[in-house]
């Protein structure tokens, strides 16, 4: 019984991994390569 159920409720990991990936990379680089301007930016806010 459970072999006929368990096809229809699998988690498929690897869809999974690769949407979390699409999802998070695009943000990694634009965070690494605005990261100094970043850091600027707060450290001219804290001394005024």
Known sequence: ?????????????????????LATLPVAILFIWLQRYLVRGLALGAVK
Do not use: K, P, Q
């Open 1 to 21: 019984v459970f072999s006929l159920v368990a096809g229809r409720y699998t988690i498929e990991w690897h869809h999974v991994m690769a949407a979390t990936l």
